[in-house]
């Protein structure tokens, strides 16, 4: 009989991805984000048919869709090869070319909301103001366009628009654990919560009607929740908690439907509620994971949700309470059967702090004895059990994964994240060293068969680890890391810099933290076979940052392999990039293993 040989990185990276989407108003159509070509443009799908056909030919990932409530056009953003200023266009209801709608070259134009009626579009941008933005109203039916609200003293960012545009809402963003949000009657902000001096993050602020906001606070609590606010008596009331778990997204509808997500640290949990009765229940969902959610006028829920053995796909909760599946993304050649899930593990860390940390086992059979230390990226974010093509790739070639939800990851309540604040090498660097010697401890992996590898801050922690415990690794992957605190902060967008000095430090009160916590300041411990991988357009991490840490390694006479991707920023875009750079990352391992 025909012999078909095991599955390899071909076969993993040929899995498309699904991103952003839109439904429109008839539930007809949708458009959706994919690389199912093997570069990212919008696509459709006609329901009740699921086979997807492609509306763009930009070749660029979009940074959002929606559908003209009348039909008569498709709104999209597109950057170019990850330089983030975003564009906003229109194209015809069928797809096609492009046409113009906020357009400035150079500058980012960060989509808001879309009219009940199509005709006024809401942005952010900094084409005006680059270090605290502006708000902005087009109108699409004349072509003019106005300011809506001037950012001053921190980033400003547009939110929500009424029904009948009798009021918006934007948030002020002076750091990730530090944000306000307000709805803006007749000119006049009005906060949403009581008190705007007390630490709190409000976001994803959404309309019920002309007087009812619905939003997500962590205002007064340790962890995020489910909040509203009356804009007519300007009454604020907690409506939807889960204990322990942090709420990270809300939708509602016009009928008082409400759906949201509770984060409870690796996995999401997923409720339906009733804005009149106060009722709330959980849902079970086909999924660990929701990345997005569009709660339409009918009631029905669509949503992207993965596993970590099951790609991103867009699914529908239809009004009986069942999922329909409409999106069938998979791993080419490789059985579901074959796939690894990952295993929720808790250590101490040096202080007696609890960690919560992923840990992926190669199947028995294919074990290589070797674990790959993988500190995720953010920092103020986190590991959860979702799929990703490398690790699936890597665990099937033998290797074991650790992922550390160190201080300062979120879904773990605003003090756990805040922790990391003006510490970005201090308390999480010793939560991966207590992670990685709990390993040892439990008999899980092998101290002379260690690599660390990781991206933008996990890409920094992997070159601060590399610099003061290389003791612990065989060599490190670093892929677009900051390696200089000083010249990070410099060099960030300019609507960061008003956030840096509470999320990384001040330059002159923090000199000697900040350069303590620079992993070029630990070159001399950089002893280990390293890689490194940038993206040239990269906005946020910027290819300085690598330059400098890869010359000085090699004039110091190291190990150090570099990779730059011309037409790549802070991510890969296109399926050739990401393909070449985990065929190098996967030699690159093989070729420092331990025999």
Same mark, same amino acid.
């Given at each position: 009989?025909?012999?078909?040989?095991?599955?390899?990185?071909?076969?993993?990276? *040929?899995?498309?991805?699904?991103?952003?989407?839109?439904?429109?108003?008839?539930?007809?159509?949708? /458009?959706?984000?994919?690389?199912?070509?093997?570069?990212?443009?919008?696509? #459709?799908?006609?329901?009740?048919?699921?086979?997807?056909?492609?509306?763009?030919?930009?070749?660029?990932?979009?940074?959002?869709?929606?559908?003209?409530?009348?039909?008569?056009?498709?709104?999209?953003?597109?950057?170019?090869?990850?330089?983030?200023?975003?564009?906003?266009?229109?194209?015809?209801?069928?797809?096609?070319?492009?046409?113009?709608?906020?357009?400035?070259?150079?500058?980012?134009?960060?989509?808001?909301?879309?009219?009940?009626?199509?005709?006024?579009?809401?942005?952010?941008?900094?084409?005006? &103001?680059?270090?605290?933005?502006?708000?902005?109203?087009?109108?699409?039916?004349?072509?003019?366009?106005?300011?809506?609200?001037?950012?001053?003293?921190?980033?400003?960012?547009?939110?929500?628009?009424?029904?009948?545009?009798?009021?918006?809402?934007?948030?002020?963003?002076?750091? &990730?654990?530090?944000?306000?949000?307000?709805?803006?009657?007749?000119?006049?902000?009005?906060?949403?919560?009581?008190?705007?001096?007390?630490?709190?993050?409000?976001?994803?602020?959404?309309?019920?009607?002309?007087?009812?906001?619905?939003?997500?606070? &962590?205002?007064?609590?340790?962890?995020?929740?489910?909040?509203?606010?009356?804009?007519?008596?300007? *009454?604020?009331?907690?409506?939807?908690?889960?204990?322990?778990?942090?709420?990270?997204?809300?939708?509602?509808?016009?009928?008082?439907?409400?759906?949201?997500?509770?984060?409870?640290?690796?996995?999401?949990?997923?409720?339906?509620?009733?804005?009149?009765?106060? /009722?709330?229940?959980?849902?079970?969902?086909?999924?660990?994971?929701?990345?997005?959610?569009?709660?339409?006028?009918?009631?029905?829920?669509?949503?992207?949700?993965?596993?970590?053995?099951?790609?991103?796909?867009?699914?529908?909760?239809?009004?009986?309470?069942?999922?329909?599946?409409?999106?069938?993304?998979?791993?080419?050649?490789?059985?579901?059967?074959?796939?690894?899930?990952?295993?929720?593990?808790?250590?101490?860390?040096?202080?007696? =702090?609890?960690?919560?940390?992923?840990?992926?086992?190669?199947?028995?059979?294919?074990?290589?004895?070797?674990?790959?230390?993988?500190?995720? #990226?953010?920092?103020?974010?986190?590991?959860?059990?979702?799929?990703?093509?490398?690790?699936?790739?890597?665990?099937?070639?033998?290797?074991?994964?650790?992922?550390?939800?160190?201080?300062?990851?979120?879904?773990?309540?605003?003090?756990?994240?805040?922790?990391?604040?003006?510490?970005?090498?201090?308390?999480?660097?010793?939560?991966?060293?207590?992670?990685?010697?709990?390993?040892?401890?439990?008999?899980?992996?092998? *101290?002379?068969?260690?690599?660390?590898?990781?991206?933008?801050?996990?890409?920094?922690?992997?070159?601060? =680890?590399?610099?003061?415990?290389?003791?612990?690794?065989?060599?490190?992957?670093?892929?677009?890391?900051?390696? &200089?605190?000083?010249?990070?902060?410099?060099?960030?967008?300019?609507?960061?810099?008003?956030?840096?000095?509470?999320?990384?430090?001040?330059?002159? *009160?923090?000199?000697?933290?900040?350069?303590?916590?620079?992993?070029?300041?630990?070159?001399?411990?950089?002893?280990?076979?390293?890689?490194?991988?940038?993206?040239?357009?990269?906005?946020?991490?910027?290819?300085?940052?690598?330059?400098?840490?890869? /010359?000085?390694?090699?004039?110091?006479?190291?190990?150090?392999?570099?990779?730059?991707?011309?037409?790549?920023?802070?991510?890969?875009?296109?399926?050739?990039?990401?393909?070449?750079?985990?065929?190098?990352?996967?030699?690159?391992?093989?070729?420092?293993?331990?025999?």
């Amino acid at each position: 009989m025909l012999a078909f040989s095991p599955p390899g990185l071909e076969e993993f990276y *040929r899995t498309y991805a699904v991103g952003t989407f839109a439904v429109n108003v008839d539930e007809t159509r949708i /458009a959706f984000a994919t690389n199912l070509s093997g570069k990212f443009n919008v696509w #459709g799908m006609d329901l009740p048919n699921t086979f997807p056909y492609a509306l763009t030919y930009q070749d660029q990932a979009p940074a959002f869709v929606r559908f003209d409530p009348l039909g008569r056009y498709i709104l999209v953003g597109f950057d170019h090869d990850g330089d983030e200023c975003t564009q906003i266009y229109a194209i015809s209801p069928t797809g096609g070319a492009l046409q113009p709608v906020c357009v400035t070259k150079g500058k980012r134009h960060i989509f808001g909301a879309l009219s009940r009626d199509g005709q006024h579009v809401y942005y952010t941008s900094d084409k005006e &103001n680059p270090q605290f933005m502006n708000l902005y109203h087009h109108d699409l039916e004349t072509g003019q366009e106005q300011m809506i609200h001037e950012g001053q003293e921190t980033t400003t960012a547009f939110d929500a628009i009424a029904p009948d545009r009798s009021s918006f809402t934007y948030s002020h963003e002076f750091s &990730n654990t530090f944000v306000l949000s307000y709805v803006v009657v007749d000119g006049t902000p009005i906060c949403l919560t009581p008190d705007p001096a007390v630490s709190q993050v409000t976001h994803s602020t959404r309309y019920v009607d002309a007087n009812t906001l619905v939003f997500v606070t &962590n205002y007064g609590a340790s962890h995020s929740y489910v909040a509203t606010f009356d804009v007519q008596s300007r *009454r604020f009331a907690k409506l939807f908690a889960v204990p322990g778990a942090d709420v990270s997204q809300v939708q509602v509808n016009d009928q008082g439907r409400i759906y949201f997500v509770a984060e409870q640290g690796v996995e999401d949990a997923l409720y339906e509620g009733d804005l009149a009765t106060g /009722a709330c229940d959980r849902v079970e969902f086909p999924g660990t994971v929701c990345f997005a959610m569009v709660l339409h006028q009918s009631g029905r829920l669509y949503a992207s949700f993965t596993r970590e053995d099951n790609p991103t796909n867009l699914y529908r909760r239809e009004l009986d309470g069942s999922w329909t599946q409409l999106t069938n993304a998979k791993v080419v050649g490789v059985s579901s059967d074959s796939l690894v899930r990952a295993q929720t593990v808790h250590y101490p860390s040096f202080d007696g =702090l609890e960690i919560e940390a992923l840990l992926w086992r190669a199947k028995p059979e294919q074990r290589n004895g070797h674990t790959l230390i993988f500190p995720h #990226g953010g920092p103020q974010a986190a590991d959860r059990k979702y799929f990703w093509s490398l690790y699936q790739f890597l665990v099937s070639e033998g290797y074991d994964i650790f992922q550390a939800n160190y201080r300062g990851s979120t879904g773990y309540g605003a003090e756990f994240t805040k922790m990391i604040e003006r510490d970005w090498g201090g308390g999480p660097r010793q939560d991966m060293i207590a992670g990685i010697e709990y390993l040892l401890a439990e008999g899980l992996a092998d *101290r002379e068969r260690l690599f660390v590898i990781g991206g933008s801050y996990g890409g920094y922690m992997t070159l601060l =680890l590399h610099g003061r415990h290389a003791d612990y690794f065989r060599a490190a992957v670093d892929i677009f890391g900051p390696s &200089n605190l000083f010249s990070f902060v410099e060099s960030v967008p300019e609507f960061w810099k008003p956030m840096m000095d509470a999320w990384v430090g001040n330059p002159e *009160r923090d000199r000697e933290k900040m350069t303590e916590d620079s992993p070029i300041t630990w070159l001399d411990g950089m002893t280990k076979p390293m890689l490194v991988i940038q993206g040239a357009n990269d906005p946020r991490v910027v290819k300085a940052e690598s330059d400098q840490i890869v /010359a000085k390694l090699q004039s110091a006479g190291r190990d150090v392999q570099y990779l730059v991707l011309e037409d790549e920023g802070h991510g890969f875009s296109k399926k050739e990039n990401e393909l070449r750079v985990y065929k190098m990352i996967a030699e690159f391992l093989k070729q420092h293993q331990k025999r």
